[in-house]
């Protein structure tokens, strides 16, 4: 009984701190300014491409709007006829609320891969009543380390402001601010005496500078020209320059420790460490050398390069960005020596800037090292309302229920649901409904935020804009659910005449399958390295796949939009690859019979699907390896830079690391025009040649010649030769190539019978429709 009223006093004792913590910590944030005002109007005129109806929105920022320091806004008819006032406690409440508008009253649309407005020419729709919105948490968060090779390594500021304007629209407080970092790093290690030639042995190559910035790798695919540099700091003073109006928060790097590999020779009083030989790099491209927050020196080095980075920016953001531990373990695990680590960054951040805020990702918290207790302490002395965790994983792994919500921290839930910038379809619009409300519940006020965490954008935008939405919205049930999937559909096609049924009906069959409770994902056996133990993942009933494939088919008969294209030519490329997955297993069936008519057979359609790949995805800009290749080469000035940024794009996008036996092969696949025809099909016709080989040779397959043929005759030479240029520009017309395709194998769907990776329990929506 004793210690039963003793827990309860714990428990009560416990709620009032976090009650009395959450009510007194204000979170500082960008002060709204005139200017924030223009650039909400800005931001408006671009989207809607400088329509003389932007001007009918009016905008009025006031930080007193506020509730509890959570955002607000308002949409109410403005002062003159067709007219919107948008009153808002922020630029990013003001943008949301602008959004907030187009999606839910002119039904309408802004995404990664394009957009629908639909406005009158000269007047706005008036409001039958005003519409109030108050967030449910203090701040909205975008992006991984990674997002920022995966996707936007090779943006210029035209198609960054294009993300920020979509960040805002999107309710994003929070964001990671990397880009042209190394170009201050640079500078300080000049300073301390480094070389330029052990600066270019620590610099990777542009598109794996997200694991370089957190000690993973060194060198690889390197080195950075100054001319690199130079133009990644200056767009990144454009980029914060424009987080900031609008009152987006930039979230700046500290300092973890990382330096050039000479530099314990040049330092041999300081204590160093060595992070891990990650995924099998060797010791020349990863074991970078990284000072031990404890040693006094790390003071030093570490206020020398926040100070640079702040003056040079000319910025105090007041959050700071530090990850040592990612993908590694501590080299001591000692309580005391953790808890020292972690107040010996934090105190680097505390010398430069008293109100400093660390941003901490809760990744590191998976490996098996870490235990609570483990935990505990190296969370222990950094001060509760000076830390914010981002629980990466949320909805798939949360570890604030595994930590009790991180002992007293602060975090953010995260949706991260991509991984390598992969682009095939899967998600979980259930765990993303009740995630973020089920970590209130448990955590109180110490979940103070909704975030996406992918490592690579342009797909599977029904998830992000779900789960940015769950920072202001209430959980939907299956009924809510199924209306929301039905909104989703009408403000992405809509059009001057109805949206047809059964483009209504395929994405409420997606709703339960594809996007029902499907968290993980499975990658593509179509775009993984040919063997002969290969396997599909599925997570969901293929059927209603197969039938969403038929009805928006169906629909292309009614709808010609440029959205709707996209999303046909998605769902298309869906099907031809577990058709392929199918007719691999019938391959491989008959290779282990030693039916070489079957294999050839086999070999022969297997062969006919890469190709129809190829000519759907080649259909749809979106979908072109293309575009990668030229956002890449805007940097290249001459014919040794085009190799240099040709190599680095390619690479990332392949084998990712330097042989072929990495575990990372593959990582970043992605169903695009291009690759399909110049790095997916040249293997798998290597496959198909070494398998017939086999079998008139009456010899079993050599799993060695097999890697090396694939590696010599058809992945060197995607990433190393660099004369073909790719296309951005679409070929074809999609619908009706999506049409000539359904009626190619629409007889042969019932046939597909890959069985699911898992038992997973179903939670049926209720369809909208009979």
């Known amino acids: 009984m004793l210690r039963s009223i003793l827990q309860y006093v714990v428990v009560l004792i416990l709620l009032h701190q976090s009650y009395a913590i959450g009510k007194t910590i204000r979170w500082p944030k960008p002060v709204a300014s ?34 509890n320091d959570k955002d607000v806004f308002q949409l109410s008819n403005g002062s003159s006829p067709g007219s919107i006032l948008i009153s808002a406690s922020s630029g990013v409440a003001a943008a949301l609320g602008f959004n907030y508008y187009l999606k ?30 108050v967030a449910n948490d203090f701040f909205r968060w975008y992006g991984n380390p990674c997002t920022f090779s995966y996707s936007a390594v090779f943006w210029n500021f035209s198609r960054w402001e294009k993300e920020i304007d979509w960040m805002a629209m999107n309710g994003v407080n929070l964001v990671y601010a990397t880009t042209g970092m190394e170009y201050i790093f640079s500078k300080v290690f000049l300073r301390m005496g480094f070389t330029q030639s052990e600066l270019d042995e620590y610099f990777t190559g542009p598109a794996f500078l997200a694991w370089h910035r957190m000690g993973n790798l060194q060198k690889h695919a390197g080195p950075l020209s100054r001319k690199w540099h130079e133009s990644q700091f200056e767009l990144a003073k454009k980029i914060i320059q424009r987080m900031t109006d609008i009152g987006i928060i930039p979230v700046l790097p500290a300092f973890t420790g990382f330096m050039p590999r000479s530099a314990p020779k040049h330092y041999p009083t300081a204590k160093f460490y060595y992070s891990a030989d990650w995924n099998g790099f060797g010791c020349n491209e990863s074991c970078l050398p990284y000072l031990d927050p404890t040693d006094p020196f790390f003071q030093q080095v570490g206020v020398a390069l926040l100070n640079e980075t702040i003056v040079s920016l000319n910025i105090t953001s007041h959050y700071y960005a530090c990850d040592l531990f990612n993908e590694m373990t501590p080299p001591i695990s000692d309580l005391n020596y953790l808890a020292d680590v972690n107040a010996g960054i934090f105190q680097t951040m505390q010398t430069v800037d008293p109100s400093a805020i660390w941003v901490m990702q809760a990744w590191l918290f998976l490996e098996d090292f870490w235990t609570p207790d483990r935990v505990k302490s190296y969370l222990s002395k950094v001060p509760q309302d000076h830390l914010i ?17 991180f002992y007293g921290h602060f975090y953010i839930w995260n949706m991260l649901h991509d991984f390598g910038g992969n682009n095939f379809l899967f998600g979980s619009l259930v765990n993303v409904t009740n995630g973020p409300q089920a970590a ?40 809510g659910l199924s209306e929301w ?49 290969r396997g599909q993942g599925i997570n969901f009933d293929l059927k209603s796949l197969f039938l969403a494939w038929e009805l928006l088919v169906a629909a292309s008969n009614e709808l010609d939009s440029d959205l709707f294209r996209y999303d046909l030519v998605d769902i298309t490329k869906e099907v031809l690859q577990y058709k392929f997955a199918t007719y691999y297993i019938e391959l491989i069936a008959a290779f282990n019979q030693s039916d070489l008519y079957g294999v050839g057979t ?43 940024y040709n190599f680095n ?20 696949s992605k169903f695009w025009s291009g690759m399909i025809q110049d790095y997916y099909a040249p293997r798998w016709y290597v496959f198909f040649d070494v398998l017939l080989k086999s079998l008139v040779e009456g010899h079993p397959v050599d799993q060695n010649l097999l890697g090396k043929r694939l590696f010599l005759e ?57």
């Open 649 to 668: 794009a390619k690479l990332q996008v392949s084998i990712w690391g330097n042989n072929y036996t990495l575990g990372l092969y593959d990582y970043a």
């Open 34 to 67: 005139s200017s924030t005002t223009k650039a909400i109007t800005d931001l408006i005129s671009r989207v809607l491409d400088d329509a003389p109806v932007a001007q009918h929105f009016q905008v009025s920022i006031n930080p007193n709007l506020a509730f």
């Open 485 to 533: 999937l039905v909104n989703f559909v009408l403000r992405r096609y809509a059009s001057n005449d109805e949206i047809p049924g059964p483009a209504l009906y395929a994405w409420q069959l997606l709703g339960n399958s594809v996007y029902q409770k499907n968290p993980y994902g499975a990658s593509s056996l179509m775009l993984h390295r040919p063997a002969l133990n």
């Open 714 to 770: 058809a992945e060197l030479p995607f990433f190393m030769l660099d004369t073909k240029y790719y296309p951005t520009i679409a070929q074809g017309d999609s619908i009706m190539i999506a049409r000539e395709l359904f009626n190619k194998y629409r007889s042969s769907l019932n046939d597909i019978d890959l069985p699911l990776s898992s038992s997973t329990q179903q939670f049926s929506f209720k369809h909208y429709f009979n």
């Open 104 to 133: 839910y009253v002119a039904q309408s649309s802004f995404y990664w891969s394009g957009k629908n407005i639909r406005l009158p020419r000269s007047s706005l729709i008036p409001l039958t009543t005003s519409i109030r919105i």
């Open 389 to 405: 965790l981002l629980d990466l994983f949320s909805e798939a792994i949360p570890q604030y229920s595994r930590f009790e919500s």
């Open 440 to 479: 209130r519940d448990y955590s109180d006020q110490f979940m103070i935020g909704v975030g996406i965490t992918m490592e690579g954008i342009n797909q599977n935008e029904i998830i992000y804009e779900f789960a940015l939405e769950q920072s202001w919205r209430t959980p939907l049930n299956d009924s």
């Open 602 to 644: 086999q070999a022969a359609i297997l062969v006919d699907i890469l190709a129809d790949m190829e000519m759907i995805l080649a259909s749809d800009r979106r979908f072109l390896l293309g575009n990668w290749i030229s956002d890449a080469l805007q940097f290249a000035m001459s014919e040794e830079e085009i190799h240099f």
